[in-house]
C-alpha cells in the first residue's frame, strides 16, 4: 500500500545544509557566490527526473532528489556485491571471470539487492507519481534529520550527499556562466565545464579541511571522488539509453565519467578505484555488457576497461 511521504519545504535551505555537509571548509565562499536568500533552488510541479538551471535559479523535482537518494543506495549495493570481490581478484592477479563471479556463494543475493534498489528507482522516475509509490522497506527514506540504524546506510547517505552536492554545484555553474555572460558557445563544453568546476569546489581546499577535521587529506579526496563517481552513476541511469551517444547540447556519458576519472587531481586510493569499478560492474551487468573475461592488472585499470563497455 503506498503511503504518504515526508515532504521536503524550504528547498534552498536544504541544498545550502547539502553543500556545506559535503565541503564545510568553503562555507564563506559558497554563501559569497550563491547567497543566502530564498527561491535559489526551487521545486516545480513535475513528475519526472527534472533538474537544471533557468532564468538564475535551479529548478528541480522532489522526484528528482529521490531518485538522487535512491541510486545512491543502489551504488552502494554495488559496493557490497564487487568490493570484496575486485579486492580479491586485484591482489590475486585474477581475471574478473563472470561465471566464476556469479557461481560465489551470496552473489545472487548480493546483485538482486542492486537490481531491487535500481529497479524502485526505475518505479518512481517512470511512474511519475510520488502519492502511488511504494517506498522499499530496505531503504531509509530521507527525512530532515537523518539517523541510520547500520553502518552501511550511514555510508550510503553520505555518498548520497556528496552526489546530490556535486549536481548541485554543477547546476550553480551553469547560473554563474548566466550571471556573469561568460557562457561557453558550445553546449556540450559547457557542460564539461560545470562538471570541471564541480569537482574544483570538492577538492580544491581539502588540504583546509583536513586541518580542521583531523582527518587524513587521502581519506577526505577518496570519500569525496566516491560520491562524485555515485553522481556519474546516476547519470548513467537517469540518462535514456538513445541518448547515451551524446546530443548537441549534452556530451556522451561515457565521456563525461571517462574524463572524470581521468581528470582526477592527485592519485586515488585503492579504495576509490574499488568502488568506482563496483559501481561500473553492477551497472554493466544490469544491462547485459559484461564479458565473459576481462583481464585487468588494477582496480584502476579495470574501471577504465568497464567504461568503455558502457
Same mark, same amino acid.
Given at each position: 500500500?503506498?503511503?504518504?511521504?515526508?515532504?521536503?519545504? !524550504?528547498? =534552498?535551505?536544504?541544498?545550502? &545544509?547539502?553543500?556545506v555537509?559535503? %565541503?564545510?571548509?568553503?562555507?564563506a565562499?559558497?554563501?559569497?557566490?550563491?547567497g543566502?536568500?530564498? $527561491?535559489?533552488?526551487?521545486?516545480?510541479? %513535475? #513528475?519526472?527526473? #527534472?533538474?537544471g538551471?533557468?532564468?538564475?535559479?535551479?529548478? @528541480?523535482?522532489?522526484?528528482?532528489l529521490?531518485?538522487?537518494?535512491?541510486? =545512491?543506495?543502489a551504488?552502494?549495493?554495488?559496493?557490497?556485491?564487487?568490493? /570484496?570481490?575486485?579486492?580479491?581478484?586485484?591482489?590475486?592477479?585474477?581475471?574478473?571471470?563472470? #561465471?566464476?563471479v556469479?557461481?560465489l556463494? *551470496?552473489?545472487?543475493?548480493?546483485?538482486?539487492?542492486? !537490481?531491487?534498489?535500481?529497479s524502485? %528507482?526505475? !518505479?518512481?522516475?517512470?511512474? *511519475? $507519481?510520488l502519492?502511488?509509490f511504494?517506498?522499499? &522497506?530496505?531503504?531509509?527514506?530521507p527525512? +530532515?534529520?537523518?539517523t541510520?540504524s547500520?553502518?552501511? !546506510?550511514?555510508?550510503a547517505f553520505?555518498?548520497?550527499?556528496?552526489?546530490?552536492?556535486?549536481?548541485f554545484?554543477?547546476?550553480?555553474?551553469?547560473?554563474?556562466?548566466g550571471?556573469?555572460?561568460?557562457?561557453?558557445?558550445?553546449?556540450?563544453?559547457?557542460?564539461?565545464?560545470?562538471?570541471?568546476c564541480?569537482r574544483?569546489?570538492l577538492?580544491?581546499?581539502?588540504d583546509?579541511y583536513a586541518?580542521?577535521?583531523g582527518?587524513? +587529506?587521502?581519506?577526505?579526496?577518496?570519500? &569525496?571522488?566516491?560520491?562524485i563517481?555515485? %553522481?556519474k552513476?546516476?547519470?548513467?541511469? +537517469?540518462?535514456?539509453? @538513445?541518448l547515451?551517444? /551524446?546530443? #548537441?547540447?549534452?556530451?556522451?556519458?561515457?565521456?563525461?565519467v571517462? =574524463?572524470?576519472l581521468e581528470?582526477?587531481?592527485?592519485?586515488?586510493?585503492d579504495?576509490?578505484?574499488?568502488?568506482?569499478?563496483?559501481?561500473?560492474a553492477?551497472?554493466?551487468? =544490469?544491462r547485459?555488457?559484461?564479458?565473459?573475461?576481462?583481464n585487468? /592488472?588494477?582496480a584502476?585499470e579495470?574501471a577504465?576497461?568497464l567504461?568503455?563497455?558502457?
Amino acid at each position: 500500500m503506498a503511503r504518504e511521504m515526508n515532504r521536503i519545504d !524550504d528547498v =534552498s535551505e536544504a541544498v545550502d &545544509r547539502l553543500l556545506v555537509g559535503a %565541503a564545510p571548509e568553503r562555507e564563506a565562499e559558497l554563501a559569497e557566490l550563491w547567497g543566502l536568500g530564498k $527561491n535559489r533552488v526551487r521545486l516545480i510541479n %513535475a #513528475d519526472r527526473f #527534472d533538474i537544471g538551471a533557468s532564468y538564475g535559479v535551479i529548478q @528541480t523535482t522532489e522526484i528528482t532528489l529521490r531518485e538522487i537518494w535512491l541510486l =545512491s543506495f543502489a551504488a552502494w549495493r554495488a559496493i557490497e556485491a564487487y568490493s /570484496g570481490i575486485i579486492w580479491c581478484l586485484t591482489y590475486g592477479g585474477l581475471p574478473f571471470n563472470w #561465471d566464476e563471479v556469479a557461481a560465489l556463494d *551470496g552473489q545472487q543475493a548480493a546483485d538482486d539487492a542492486f !537490481d531491487a534498489a535500481l529497479s524502485k %528507482a526505475r !518505479d518512481l522516475r517512470d511512474g *511519475g $507519481n510520488l502519492n502511488s509509490f511504494e517506498w522499499p &522497506r530496505e531503504i531509509p527514506e530521507p527525512a +530532515v534529520e537523518n539517523t541510520f540504524s547500520n553502518i552501511h !546506510d550511514a555510508a550510503a547517505f553520505q555518498l548520497a550527499c556528496i552526489a546530490a552536492a556535486y549536481i548541485f554545484l554543477h547546476e550553480i555553474q551553469h547560473v554563474q556562466f548566466g550571471n556573469e555572460g561568460n557562457r561557453p558557445s558550445d553546449p556540450c563544453i559547457e557542460e564539461l565545464e560545470c562538471d570541471r568546476c564541480a569537482r574544483s569546489f570538492l577538492f580544491e581546499k581539502i588540504d583546509v579541511y583536513a586541518q580542521q577535521s583531523g582527518e587524513p +587529506v587521502e581519506s577526505i579526496r577518496a570519500k &569525496r571522488a566516491l560520491g562524485i563517481a555515485v %553522481a556519474k552513476t546516476i547519470l548513467l541511469e +537517469v540518462t535514456p539509453l @538513445t541518448l547515451w551517444a /551524446g546530443t #548537441d547540447s549534452h556530451p556522451a556519458v561515457g565521456l563525461r565519467v571517462k =574524463s572524470f576519472l581521468e581528470d582526477l587531481a592527485a592519485p586515488a586510493t585503492d579504495s576509490f578505484w574499488i568502488g568506482v569499478a563496483s559501481f561500473l560492474a553492477a551497472t554493466c551487468r =544490469s544491462r547485459g555488457r559484461l564479458p565473459p573475461r576481462i583481464n585487468f /592488472g588494477s582496480a584502476r585499470e579495470l574501471a577504465f576497461l568497464l567504461v568503455e563497455l558502457l
